[in-house]
């Protein structure tokens, strides 16, 4: 059964790129758009993992970490914040939200795999 | 007595455990930070090599199509030039305007398509200078000289300080040529009729000082550097040419391991000054030409 990653990402072009590569790494891509939307595929979807952008419209990354790490069980997916805009106030506020890593949002996707696969 | 020491004991537990966590947490976002701000410089870089491959295609291709463009213009040039010297039979009034209106224009096109090929040249690296043993008084009255019929056409006041004695120098005799007939052609072409030109030519043990000021509409501050950038094009009004004249200008002048920069105020004029040292090559001795 291969593990379920969300990945939450306004641009649809990155959104794309991420869905591509990682359904390359054999894994179950749960795209989604919003901050909205993502805590409630989370809820609805037991996804293993989550990957959140920062930046996002409406609520923001950090404040989906927390949504989704509040929600409990049956939930407890690993949370890894992409940025494109890395400072350590930033680094801070993703652990303080509950975040398991944080990566920086590159086009070389070869970081955020190792990361993700370090969790799942 | 034995509560409150395990009371103290656990406060202090409790103490060292809040700062053991604050410290793994500050640990954990110094190094997320410090990988996420790797990867991003390893991306800046990936990205800079890209366009600097872009920015070298292109630069060959602009020598390409300036090169392609050369001969034909030359040929265009001496055949106009032929037949207006009259070799091909008599030519009346006329046709010698419009002949030499064509070959007015023909020389600009050589004078741009010459601009984008030492532009080329320098981005390649491909420049090369040459030392020569030459003076330099010489060359900027002889340039004076063939600029004399556009001076008195504008009615420009020009002043000149050149030392009369010759004044020798080691430097690429063409290249700092085409440094003076820029500086002096955009002084010309900026300063208004009946203006001002100055021209002063200041020499020491070391090295040789020269200042071209006009009496032209200026130059913002904000744009001195901009104006000997190629990427950028300062508005100026009087548009004609490449826009690449400054920067070539510049590129001539540090290759001479010298400097150059403008002082000016806008609607007084500006003051284009350039330093060279009297030999560019460090610790050369001035008896061979290469």
């Known amino acids: ?120 | 007595m034995k509560r409150m020491i395990l009371k103290k004991e656990t406060r202090a537990d409790k103490k060292l455990k809040d700062t053991k966590d604050e410290l793994a947490k500050r640990s954990w976002v110094l190094q997320k930070t410090g990988e996420a701000l790797k990867a991003l410089y390893k991306e800046i870089d990936k990205k800079n090599e890209e366009l600097k491959k872009f920015d070298k295609l292109k630069s060959q291709f602009v020598a390409n199509v300036s090169h392609e463009f050369k001969n034909p213009l030359f040929v265009i040039d001496e055949s106009l030039k032929i037949v207006l010297d009259g070799l091909m039979g008599d030519v009346n009034a006329k046709q010698e305007k419009m002949l030499k209106t064509g070959k007015r224009n023909v020389e600009r096109l050589i004078r741009l398509v010459n601009d984008m090929l030492d532009l080329a040249k320098i981005e390649a690296g491909k420049m090369e200078i040459r030392r020569e043993h030459f003076d330099i008084s010489a060359l900027v009255n002889e340039i004076l000289t063939s600029y004399e019929g556009e001076i008195s056409k504008k009615q420009i006041i020009l002043n000149t300080n050149i030392p009369p004695r010759a004044n020798l120098i080691w430097a690429d005799k063409d290249k700092i040529s085409e440094v003076v007939i820029n500086l002096l052609s955009n002084a010309l072409k900026y300063t208004p009729l009946k203006g001002n030109v100055s021209v002063k030519l200041v020499s020491t043990k070391q090295e040789v000082r020269f200042e071209i000021s006009d009496s032209g509409s200026g130059i913002k501050k904000q744009d001195f550097e901009k104006i000997f950038d190629k990427f950028e094009r300062v508005t100026t009004g009087a548009q004609e040419g490449t826009g690449l004249g400054l920067p070539i200008t510049k590129d001539i002048i540090e290759l001479h391991k010298g400097k150059i920069w403008v002082e000016s105020e806008i609607k007084k004029g500006s003051n284009f000054i350039f330093v060279i040292p009297k030999d560019f090559r460090d610790g050369a001795k001035p008896n061979t030409t290469s």
């Open chain 1, 1 to 120: 059964m291969p593990k379920k990653i969300l990945i939450v990402e306004d641009s649809p072009t990155v959104l794309g790129m991420l869905k591509d590569v990682f359904e390359n790494e054999g894994y179950n891509v749960l795209p989604v758009e919003t901050g909205e939307k993502a805590v409630k595929k989370a809820k609805s979807n037991n996804p293993d993992l989550v990957i959140i952008d920062t930046v996002l419209p409406g609520i923001d990354g950090f404040e989906v970490c927390r949504k989704i790490k509040n929600a409990g069980a049956p939930c407890a997916a690993k949370i890894i914040i992409i940025t494109g805009n890395v400072d350590a106030v930033d680094a801070e506020k993703a652990l303080d939200s509950g975040a398991d890593d944080y990566c920086a949002k590159t086009s070389d996707f070869s970081n955020l795999i190792a990361a993700v696969k370090k969790l799942v």
